[in-house]
């Protein structure tokens, strides 16, 4: 089976950075298309950024582009989060999720992790 465990969730004031990272296990990062979604309380869940091993990486929503940043590290079998200039805005639960890279929909999911950020 394909696991996935997200780590670095906090409490953090506005403008802190915070960096969550996603350990796979059960296949290699490299099988798989990977992505960070967030959903905050009463809003639907909604896709924050997403990798591919085909070099491509994108960051959806306009009001965290240029702060956030996602990364995979095949060697560690790991996808990352990097999180800078943190608004109340994006407090959050944020989850990993994977899908086989041939697959449109997304099949696992992490349990998901805290992001709260105080202004």
């Known amino acids: 089976q394909v696991q996935l465990v997200e780590s670095g969730g906090g409490l953090v004031q506005a403008g802190s950075s915070l960096r969550l990272s996603c350990a796979a296990s059960?296949?290699?990062?490299?099988?798989?298309?990977m992505a960070w979604f967030r959903q905050a309380p009463g809003k639907e869940r909604e896709i924050v950024a997403q990798?591919?091993?085909?070099?491509?990486?994108?960051i959806y929503p306009g009001t965290v582009k240029g702060r956030f940043t996602i990364a995979g590290d095949s060697a560690k079998n790991t996808v990352s989060l990097q999180m800078n200039s943190l608004k109340p805005a994006d407090t959050a639960i944020y989850y990993c999720?994977?899908?086989?890279?041939?697959?449109?929909?997304?099949?696992?999911w992490g349990q998901g992790t805290q992001v709260t950020v105080a202004s």
């Open positions: 059960g296949l290699t990062v490299r099988d798989l298309d």
């Open positions: 990798v591919t091993w085909s070099g491509s990486s994108t």
């Open positions: 999720a994977a899908k086989f890279k041939e697959s449109l929909d997304y099949h696992f």
